[in-house]
C-alpha cells in the first residue's frame, strides 16, 4: 500500500517499512539500496508534481503457496489443500528435488514435463505409455543402472527404484557394467511388462577390457529365476550379449516355464545350430510367441529346418526374423517348404544369407500356397536372372503380399523395377489409393531420366544405335495411362505398373532425329542440333483429363 503524508511516501513491503523522503527533487533514501534511490529520483524529478503509483501486494493465498513449493521437500504432504491449489503448487516446486520424494507426492503431468524437457533433448512418449511420469521415471532408472557401478551401494539404488516402482512397465538397459542382479528390478517393480538388456559397456575408449561384454553365467542364472517368476513379462530382449549355445540351454529352461512372454529378441548372438534347436521347442503346440528375431547369429542349415519343423505345427508366430545368418540354399529352401503349411506366419525376413535358386523356387512355392503372408525380405542374396524371374511370376500370382524387397540379389534392373511396382499397385489397391497420380509421377520420373541419358549420350559421342534404343525406349514410356482403377475394377492379382504400349507419333519423330543426327556424325559429316524430346507430362496430363471426366 502507498500513501502520501505530508511528502513522504510510506511504503510496506514483504512485511517491512521503508520511509522514501521525496520533500525535494533529487532526495536519496535514507538506508534503502540503489535502485530504491534511482526510483526516488525520478519521482521528486520535477518540482511540484507527484507521481502516485500504486503497487498491489501479494495475496497471502499466493505467499502461502509459494511458501509451500520452496519448501516442499520438507513438508510433501499436501492434506486438505483443494486441487486447484495443488496445481498451483506443483507449477512452482523446483524440479531438482530428489526424485524419491517426487515420485510419491507429484502426479501432475506438468511437472513431470518440465523436469524431463529440462533434463533431456528429446522425449518420446510413445515409447513410454504416452505420460510424462512414466516417460521420466522409466528413463530415470534406465540411466540409473547404466551408470551404477560394479561397488556401489544397492541399498540406495534399491530405495530409489522402490520410489518408481508404481510407474515402471518397460526398461531399455544398453549397458550394465556392474552385471548386477536384474532380480532388484523384477523383485521391485510389479508391473514391468518390457525388458531389453544388454550386458556391455559403451564409449570405454583406452579402457577396454575383455570381461565387461557378454552374458556370463551367473547373469544368466539371475535372468532365468527372474523370468520364471515374473508373470507380466510380455516382450523379453536380449540383444548383443554373446549368447553361445550353452547360455541359450540356461535361458529357454527358464522361458519354457513362462506363461506370458510373446515377444523374443534375441539377435546380435552366437547362437549356432543348436542354440537355435533349444528355441524351436519355444515354437511348440503350447507356444505363445508371435515374434521372434535371431538375426545375425551363427545359424547354419540345420538350424534352419529345426525351427522349419516346429513351424509346420505352430500356429501363434507372426513375425520371424532370420538376416545376417548363414542358412544357405538348402537352408532356406528347407525352411520355405516348412512354411507352407504354416496358417499364421505374416512376416518373414531371411535376407542376407546366401540363398540361391532353388530359395527362389520354393518362394514361389511359398507364395502361391499362403494367403497371409504380406510381408517378405529376401535382399543380399544371389538370385540372379532366373531366380528373379521365379519370383517376379509368384509376386503377380499372389494375392496378400504387399510389401518384398529384393535390393542387391545380383537382379536386372528392369526385373526388379517390375517386381517392385506390382508390389506397390497392390498395396495401393488394398489401401484404396488411386493407381494414375502415383503412376504419372513415376512414368516422368522415368522419362526424365532417360532423357537426360541420351542427351549424356550424345554428348560423349556415343554411337547411334545405343542413342537410338534410349529414345526408343523415351518413346514407348510415353502412353497414355489408363483411367482411374477403382478397387472393384482391379484385377484380383494386382496391377502391373510396366506394361508398354505403342509409342505416340512425337516419341517416333524424335527417334528418327537422333537417328539422323548419330548417323552424320558416325560419317564424319557436321552434326546438327537434336530436336529435343516432347515432355510426357504434356500428352500424360491430356489423357488424364479425359480418363478423370
Known amino acids: 500500500n502507498a500513501e502520501y503524508m505530508g511528502g513522504y511516501l510510506s511504503c510496506s513491503a514483504n512485511m517491512r517499512t521503508t520511509t522514501f ?3 525535494r527533487p533529487g532526495a536519496g533514501l535514507t538506508g534503502t539500496p540503489a535502485k530504491h534511490q534511482a526510483i526516488a529520483a525520478t519521482n521528486g524529478g520535477s518540482q511540484g508534481r507527484w507521481i502516485n503509483r500504486k503497487q498491489e501486494p501479494a495475496s497471502l493465498v499466493s505467499v502461502c503457496l509459494e511458501c509451500i513449493a520452496h519448501n516442499f521437500t520438507l513438508y510433501p504432504d499436501l492434506p486438505g489443500i483443494p486441487q486447484k491449489f495443488i496445481d498451483k503448487i506443483c507449477a512452482q516446486v523446483p524440479v531438482s528435488i530428489p526424485v524419491e520424494v517426487a515420485a510419491i507426492h507429484i502426479s501432475d503431468d506438468s511437472y513431470w514435463k518440465r523436469a524431463a524437457t529440462g533434463r533431456w533433448r528429446t522425449c518420446q512418449l510413445e515409447e513410454h505409455g504416452g505420460t510424462w511420469k512414466q516417460m521420466y521415471l522409466e528413463r530415470h532408472v534406465e ?25 515402471i512397465f518397460s526398461l531399455k538397459i544398453n549397458q550394465l557394467l556392474s552385471h548386477i542382479d536384474m532380480g532388484i528390478v523384477f523383485d521391485v517393480c510389479p508391473f514391468i511388462t518390457r525388458i531389453q538388456v544388454t550386458f556391455g559397456a559403451k564409449h570405454v575408449g583406452m579402457d577396454y577390457e575383455r570381461s565387461l561384454f557378454g552374458m556370463k553365467i551367473s547373469d544368466a542364472q539371475c535372468l532365468v529365476r527372474c523370468i520364471k517368476m515374473s508373470q507380466r ?18 535361458l529357454i529352461a527358464g522361458m519354457q516355464q513362462n506363461y506370458s512372454i510373446t515377444q523374443l529378441d534375441l539377435s546380435h548372438n552366437k547362437i549356432g545350430d543348436h542354440g537355435a534347436r533349444r528355441v524351436a521347442k519355444l515354437l511348440g503346440p503350447k507356444s505363445l510367441l508371435t515374434h521372434v528375431n535371431l538375426a545375425d547369429n551363427q545359424i547354419h542349415a540345420d538350424g534352419a529346418r529345426y525351427l522349419g519343423q516346429m513351424l509346420r505345427i505352430n500356429d501363434t508366430l ?11 540354399d538348402s537352408g532356406g529352401k528347407s525352411l520355405c517348404e516348412d ?26 512355392e511359398l507364395l502361391n500356397a499362403s494367403s497371409i503372408l504380406n510381408r517378405l525380405d529376401i535382399s543380399c542374396n544371389n538370385l540372379q536372372d532366373n531366380g528373379g524371374k521365379l519370383v517376379r511370376d509368384a509376386v503377380r500370382s499372389s494375392h496378400s503380399l504387399v510389401f518384398l524387397d529384393v535390393r542387391m540379389c545380383q537382379l536386372p534392373p528392369d526385373l526388379e523395377e517390375e517386381i517392385n ?5 497392390r498395396e495401393l489397391h488394398q ?36 542413342a537410338m534404343n534410349l529414345t526408343e525406349k523415351l518413346g514407348s514410356m510415353r502412353e497414355a495411362p489408363p483411367a482411374l482403377l477403382t478397387p472393384s475394377s482391379m484385377p484380383a492379382g494386382g ?49 488424364e483429363a479425359v480418363a478423370d471426366s
Open 431 to 466: 489401401r484404396n489409393i488411386p493407381m494414375a497420380p502415383a503412376r504419372r509421377r513415376r512414368v516422368n520420373q522415368d522419362a526424365n531420366n532417360t532423357q537426360k541419358m541420351a542427351s549424356n549420350s550424345l554428348d560423349n559421342n556415343g554411337s547411334g544405335a545405343f
Open 233 to 250: 513379462l510380455v516382450s523379453l530382449g536380449l540383444p548383443c550379449n554373446l549368447i553361445d549355445d550353452d547360455l541359450m540351454r540356461m
Open 318 to 328: 507372426l513375425e520371424l526374423n532370420l538376416r545376417l545368418n548363414r542358412i544357405g
Open 339 to 364: 512354411l507352407i503349411h504354416n496358417s499364421t506366419l505374416t512376416s518373414l525376413h531371411i535376407g542376407s544369407n546366401s540363398l540361391g535358386y532353388e530359395t527362389a523356387r520354393a518362394v514361389q
Open 143 to 167: 540411466e540409473l543402472l547404466e551408470s551404477f557401478p560394479p561397488n556401489g551401494n544397492v541399498s540406495q539404488l534399491k530405495k530409489q527404484i522402490q520410489a518408481c516402482r508404481l510407474h
Open 21 to 23: 523522503n521525496l520533500s
Open 421 to 425: 511396382q506390382i508390389v506397390k499397385a
Open 495 to 543: 496391377v502391373s505398373l510396366s506394361s508398354p504400349t505403342a509409342p505416340t507419333a512425337s516419341a517416333v519423330q524424335g527417334a528418327a532425329a537422333v537417328a539422323a543426327s548419330s548417323a552424320a556424325s558416325n560419317t564424319g559429316g557436321h552434326s546438327t542440333p537434336v530436336p529435343q524430346a516432347a515432355s510426357p507430362t504434356d500428352d500424360i496430363d491430356a489423357d
